[in-house]
């Protein structure tokens, strides 16, 4: 299995704050790396495909980075609504796995 | 735009099969690629399986002694069977399509999630 880590487990920001998380794979995935926002009680919703390709509809201050085992997520000024869980996901192999997620909590 | 609705019972008692199904409406289940994802509690993300329309079918290891999963083009449903069901089997189990480019796999859409506590 391709293990998937995150940093940081939780983090505290404040509206208007640049926010990076980060995720690392055990082996190298090329590009093949997602980005998921989750809220409480909500199902996953995809914002970043293929390590920098913003999903439509998912606003520009949203950004993703990285190759090989290596990538972020960024945001580049925190909203209100952008408080959640974010995951990573692999899909380099099909057995594919997500990171253990990063909550964003208010400041 | 596609949607997905998951169904099926909210409480299976141990050691017996949980049963779900995911209706995709506003589009074929054609030529996707269709998953099922579950949550514990409180807990991170696991891919349990994939079915293509065709019947093509990949497990995640984990589980694949115990899950089986069928597509039903004529209904646009796919289903998911847990067999041996424990307390570690509680979660919100979502169904998903898979979308496929040069950039990979991702999960998109999302069913809403159903929750699934393994009881007596």
């Known amino acids: 299995d391709i293990q998937m880590t995150q940093s940081p487990a939780s983090l505290t920001a404040s509206v208007g704050d640049r926010v990076t998380i980060t995720c690392r794979a055990s082996?190298?995935?090329?590009?093949?790396l997602n980005w998921y926002q989750q809220k409480p009680g909500k199902a996953p919703k995809v914002l970043i495909y293929?390590?920098?390709s913003l999903q439509s509809g998912v606003p520009s201050r949203f950004s993703g980075s990285g190759s090989e085992t290596d990538f972020t997520l960024t945001i580049s000024s925190l909203q209100p609504e952008d408080f959640a869980t974010y995951y990573c996901?692999?899909?380099?192999?099909?057995?594919?796995?997500f990171g253990p997620g990063t909550k964003v909590d208010i400041k | 735009q596609v949607q997905l609705q998951e169904s099926g019972p909210g409480l299976v008692r141990p050691s017996e099969t949980l049963s779900l199904t995911c209706t995709v409406s506003?589009?074929?289940?054609?030529?996707?690629?269709w998953s099922w994802i579950r949550q514990p509690p409180g807990k991170g993300l696991e891919w349990i399986a994939y079915?293509?329309?065709?019947?093509?079918?990949n497990y995640n290891p984990s589980l694949k002694s115990r899950v089986t999963i069928s597509v039903d083009t004529s209904k646009n449903q796919f289903s998911l069977k847990l067999s041996s069901v424990t307390a570690a089997d509680t979660a919100v189990y979502y169904c998903?399509?898979?979308?496929?480019?040069?950039?990979?796999?991702?999960?998109?859409?999302w069913g809403q999630g159903t929750l699934v506590t393994v009881s007596s």
């Open positions: 293929g390590a920098s």
């Open positions: 996901q692999q899909s380099y192999s099909t057995l594919f796995t």
């Open positions: 082996q190298s995935i090329s590009s093949y």
């Open positions: 079915i293509y329309y065709s019947g093509t079918t």
């Open positions: 998903a399509r898979q979308s496929r480019d040069f950039g990979g796999t991702w999960f998109d859409p």
């Open positions: 506003g589009g074929s289940i054609g030529t996707y690629y």
